[in-house]
């Protein structure tokens, strides 16, 4: 296990910013959370230096490919017809988006936990929605994304082999940010419908 780790470290800087990528060409055959608690995991047996470095790749390669998925659906918007499959798919996102003018927040639940990811991201772009709002809140998304689930590597990874130090905290850790995600959504839905049922018919 631990010549892995010291594998794995030696090329921990390429992984991050190849990781976020390949998980986005190669879809759900590869799994986002699991990888980045694994980054996590280096990070907490990096220098802080190098921590700090290893972790800022990592936002920044995945704030890039949302950036580009995004700009897919800018691209596919006035051409969706042609693609019946992504349609299916987006076309729910992008009537929650004109339905609701809190639909632009569920991309932070949407971007920590896997809730259709690559949907939402391409149906931002469909929507219109600008640029610089969807820049400025896909950082926030991919920071919280990153303190959740490389978070939760940085503790498992703190703490070595000691398993049953650590199960309950991370039970703890992982069902606090589905509960978290779960409040987040009803509210965002209620909202949503509460403005919709006062719009103007």
Known sequence: MTDLLHALQAHALLLAAVLPVAIRLVGHWLPEEPLMVAMGILAAHSTPARAALLLG????????????????????????????????????????LAGSRWALAALIPVRILPLGRGAWLLGYGVAGVPKASFAALDAVA????????????WFVGARGGHILTWVGPVALWAGGALLAVGLGLTA?????????????R
């Open 57 to 96: 790749i990592l936002w920044a390669s995945h704030t890039a490919t949302d950036y580009a998925l995004y700009s897919l659906g800018r691209f596919v918007a006035p051409r969706l017809e042609r693609w019946p499959r992504v349609a299916r798919v987006v076309e729910p996102v992008t009537r929650r």
């Open 188 to 200: 965002w839905r209620r909202l949503g419908a509460h403005a919709h049922s006062r719009s103007p």
């Open 142 to 153: 991919v920071a919280a994304f990153l303190i959740v689930w490389c978070g939760l590597g």
